[in-house]
């Protein structure tokens, strides 16, 4: 996900600019922010920039080459992870990617590996 989000920062940001990333944690999430002074993101483009094979198709965003698919993986991967993703962004001045995730905690994290093993027992995947 970041590896992502960073690539393209450094795809739409000219030589000599600015990326930035920073990560925050509060008690039920975290939160990583990817941001950059590169090309930006027209206004119209920001409600489709997560939507399958979109491609942003203004002059100056021809800059880097792509499938479409990096930021819809990117927010299927964060959504299924419960979390959230958005973007603000100012064309000819640079965007910021903003995603969270919950904090899981070790009660919940047992629980679940509780309930994989039982299933894997009942299933016969799993012998002791």
Do not use: C
């Not at 000219?14 to 027209?42: F, Q, R, W």
């Not at 792509?66 to 100012?90: A, C, H, Q, R």
């Amino acid at each position: 996900m970041i590896t992502n989000l960073v690539n393209n920062a450094i795809s739409y940001t000219n030589s000599g600019g600015k990326i930035d990333i920073s990560v925050s944690a509060a008690p039920n999430e975290v939160t990583t922010i990817v941001s950059d002074n590169g090309v930006g993101i027209p206004e119209d483009a920001i409600p489709h920039l997560f939507t399958k094979f979109f491609r942003v198709s203004n002059a100056s965003q021809q800059m880097s080459k792509g499938t479409g698919l990096g930021l819809y993986i990117t927010k299927s991967i964060i959504e299924k992870l419960n979390g959230k993703i958005w973007v603000e962004s100012e064309f000819g001045k640079g965007s910021k990617f903003i995603f969270t995730l919950p904090v899981a905690t070790q009660t919940s994290g047992l629980v679940n590996s509780n309930q994989f093993v039982n299933q894997a027992i009942q299933s016969g995947a799993l012998n002791y």
